[in-house]
């Protein structure tokens, strides 16, 4: 089994813990009212976040990714200036509480960033709110990569909030 690329406890994504070194995201939306609950947690748990924002979620076949498990492993591909860049991961949690499902993964290496991200559907009283969460640094110690790979993050991190949309 591949070590992550990250010193920390798998699942620190999922606390309000900032390990030292990381950057912490953590960005929430409404995404409707608490009736669409199941149906977005269907849809995080089947990639839907990161196909309707462009990135391809795979196994390590290289067959399109199945339904989120615990300890999953495979690459998203992100497309950066018209080349798939490829991060390997590894799904460190599934949620499936009465009122919060999603999943962490961990990055493995080859990832462009180390740390976790977590894409998580919570119902809140009479909505359904989306939240993204992250603990990154740059995996590489290209001083010029770090500005990109935050503007990028900033990119998807709009994608990913609109995912659920409809």
Known sequence: MRRFTFDFLPGTVLTDAAPRGYRRLRRCTVIGTADRFASAAEEVLDWAVQRRSGIRALS????DAPRVSEGLEG???????????RAPFRVT????????????YGTLPGHPEAGEEAFL????????VFELRALSRPAFPWSLAAPVGLLLQQRFTERYLQALLH
Request: without cysteine; charged residues 25%.
């Open 60 to 63: 390590d076949s290289g067959d």
């Open 75 to 85: 690459a998203v591909l992100v497309p950066v200036l018209g080349v798939p860049v």
């Open 93 to 104: 949690a599934v949620l499936h509480e009465p009122d919060r499902v999603g999943f962490a």
């Open 121 to 128: 559907v919570r119902r809140t009283g009479p909505e359904t």
